[in-house]
């Protein structure tokens, strides 16, 4: 009995493992993003947030998304592709929305004003569900199709803890290296100091680019996210726009092909979000006038 469990355990874990190298393009996006909703908080709150953060992303998986999955997969596969369409339009609007700041365009919401803890949380595990049901789903795509229902679900337990553990605790990390350099700059050998003085001055520009990374990662995971589920379900043209492109390039080899194809990506999630900036902004406009019109009266 216990050779047999031990051989479950394995197949489990070697199918994890061959199903989350798939996964590697997402997770690496998860990681870019999340640093951007610890910023503006005080130090001392920066671990126990990315804690916050990390048990949501658990919840998000083990408790919505893995269920979810398992139960659409078996009853309702059709439906699959559509929820991945509004996941990947709210990281297109959420990108948008990003590269406008950065511009000077800035967006009032009622809930503007020091950054709040829960209210970061509450935002980044939003973002959060979205990137990790792509990357559950992207799991369970690459899983054996004759596995059990058990051995699935103890598959994509596996991946979701895995997954979870990797981007915090490389979060977690990143979120501290100024600490780390701080106490290196108290240290006796001069040489350590210096060291430490120069990781403490790099940051702020280490988070700019963070930043960078992780609005063009929601721009280019939401407007694959699009493109790939609509050509499954209403409309073909985007993907085999972006399969024509890639098909000129092809020459110059896999990692030409990557770019421009992410590329592609990231242009159709930027003016997808823009459009659905410009359709929220719109009415939000009109309830505003109408509740002015009101209180007029």
């Given at each position: ?8 355990v ?14 590697a ?9 999340t640093?951007q909703?610890v910023q ?13 953060i990390?048990?949501?992303?658990i ?8 269920p979810?999955?398992l ?12 929820l991945?369409?509004v ?5 297109c ?19 503007d ?15 959060d569900?979205?990137l990790?049901t792509e990357?559950m789903?992207i ?11 058990w ?21 977690a ?10 106490r ?31 609005t ?18 209403l ?31 990231a242009?159709f ?16 406009r009109?309830?505003?006038r ?6 007029a009266?």
């Amino acid at each position: 009995m216990s050779v047999g469990l031990l051989a479950v355990v394995d197949d489990i874990l070697s199918a994890a493992l061959k199903a989350s190298a798939k996964t590697a393009g997402v997770v690496i996006d998860d990681a870019a993003v999340t640093p951007q909703y610890v910023q503006g908080i005080t130090p001392a709150r920066e671990l126990p947030v990315v804690w916050k953060i990390a048990l949501g992303s658990i919840i998000n998986k083990y408790v919505v998304i893995i269920p979810i999955a398992l139960l659409l997969t078996a009853f309702a596969p059709a439906v699959l592709p559509f929820l991945l369409i509004v996941g990947g339009g709210f990281l297109c609007f959420e990108g948008a929305e990003k590269v406008l700041e950065w511009f000077g365009v800035s967006h009032e919401h009622a809930d503007d004003g020091p950054r709040d803890e829960r209210k970061l949380v509450l935002g980044a595990v939003r973002t959060d569900l979205i990137l990790s049901t792509e990357i559950m789903l992207i799991a369970l795509s690459s899983l054996d199709p004759g596995f059990s229902i058990w051995m699935t679900l103890g598959a994509l337990v596996v991946i979701g803890l895995g997954m979870t553990v990797l981007v915090y605790g490389a979060v977690a990390l990143l979120v501290k290296i100024d600490d780390i350099g701080l106490r290196l700059m108290k240290s006796p050998a001069r040489g350590v100091r210096r060291f430490g003085a120069r990781v403490v001055a790099s940051m702020p520009a280490v988070f700019r680019v963070i930043s960078v990374i992780g609005t063009v990662a929601m721009l280019w995971v939401g407007g694959h996210l699009v493109v790939a589920n609509l050509a499954e379900t209403l409309w073909h043209g985007p993907l085999d726009l972006v399969h024509a492109v890639t098909h000129l390039v092809e020459a110059a080899g896999p990692v030409v092909v990557w770019i421009v194809d992410t590329a592609i990506s990231a242009v159709f999630g930027l003016v997808l979000g823009l459009v659905i900036v410009g359709v929220i902004t719109g009415i939000r406009r009109v309830f505003s006038r109408g509740e002015k019109a009101d209180a007029a009266h």
